[in-house]
């Protein structure tokens, strides 16, 4: 019976923390997002409906709008020690992208076009003015995809350990793809996923990956093990999960990291955890995103950081995103902010 409770204590602490929680229907299907307000208007009285909640969201926003995208297996409770503080100058807003977290688990065919859509129709219904994209992981691949399709939506963007799926295509001669992908697609068959999804949600196997994916030890809390874990027992969870896999291994999943932000020019930041054992700094090099556009791109490398510096180490993340901010995008004058 403790232990119950003490669960129960823990899954309330953290949806307290990523502010106000919504489902949204998209394409018929239920999705899951949440919003925190500027400090300046915490107290300005609860809202009756998900109409007036857009609008009161908009009216005491001071800055840039921010729209935080998770990575794979994560969801909206993974930056629950990043919205109050990104929140104090502006709206911040964190999605969970079909498939994960408490959205739906679709029967679709996973891409980062599909969630590049999902992201673009939440913008047209809720925001509605440029906003500041936040991922980490697969989020900030859909970041940049989402920069590259719909330039009148983002003014610039966050990308947190930024994987490039291609690196393999450019790195394999074109002839030999085609083998490799026919033979990874007979261990991507249901017949072999859906027992490893059964083995891979379970709480102690995903306590001993997150701590392959943190550099710190002490990170790896009962609480994110819940976050992680519990999004697994949905109904359609081990589908969505097979369809998931088969698409991150697919090298269509999405396009060229490199050339998408050779095009941009828009202000971009890339945060990369130096500890990351996921995606290797000495294999990724985030040094060349850097000199894909120098004038656009900066980095911001940190100690003691693994593959989720956002969660990891969230005091470093957070001012190195609102620093960033500063530098790039002014906040609206106090004789605007009376008028809104």
């Known amino acids: 019976m403790l232990r119950a ?41 609860a809202l009756k409906s998900q109409d007036s909640a857009a609008q009161a969201i908009a009216a005491h926003a001071s800055g840039t709008p921010i729209i935080l995208l998770h990575g794979f297996g994560a969801s909206i409770g993974h930056w629950r020690q990043n919205l109050a503080q990104l929140a104090e100058n502006q709206t911040v807003y964190a999605l969970d992208l079909l498939g994960f977290g408490a959205s739906q688990k679709a029967p679709v065919n996973y891409s980062v076009s599909l969630w590049v859509d999902q992201v673009y129709d939440f913008w047209l219904t809720f925001i509605r ?6 991922g980490n992981s697969i989020g900030s691949l859909i970041c940049l995809a989402v920069a590259a399709a719909h330039p009148d939506m983002v003014a610039g963007t966050v990308m947190i350990s930024l994987p490039d799926p291609s690196v393999r295509a ?5 002839w030999l793809l085609p083998a490799i992908e026919a033979v990874e697609s007979l261990f991507v068959s249901p017949i072999i996923l859906r027992p490893l999804f059964y083995l891979a949600r379970k709480p102690s196997f995903v306590r001993r ?70 995606i290797p700094p000495r294999f990724a090099r985030p040094h060349q995103f850097v000199e894909c556009n120098p004038n656009y791109v900066e980095l911001v490398e940190l100690d003691n950081a693994g593959h989720c510096p956002q969660d990891e180490c969230p005091e470093q993340v957070n001012q190195a995103i609102l620093n960033w901010m500063s530098r790039n995008f002014a906040p609206m004058g106090e004789s605007e902010l009376q008028h809104c």
Not at 6 to 35: C, E
Not at 129 to 134: D, G, K, R, S
């Open 129 to 134: 003015e440029p906003v500041i994209l936040a």
């Open 5 to 45: 409770e003490a669960k129960l204590t823990n899954s309330l602490m953290w949806h307290q923390r990523v502010g106000t929680q919504r489902d949204w229907m998209w394409r018929g299907w239920q999705t899951r997002y949440t919003y925190l307000r500027p400090t300046l208007g915490r107290n300005q009285g």
């Open 209 to 278: 990956w997150v701590g392959f994916a943190y550099a710190s030890p002490e990170a790896v809390t009962d609480e994110l093990v819940e976050i992680l874990a519990g999004p697994a027992g949905d109904r359609g969870a081990a589908r969505a999960f097979c369809a998931l896999f088969k698409a991150v291994g697919s090298s269509k999943f999405c396009p060229s990291v490199k050339i998408v932000m050779r095009n941009l020019t828009i202000p971009m930041l890339l945060i990369w955890g130096k500890q990351d054992r996921m």
């Open 170 to 174: 450019e790195a394999v001669p074109g």
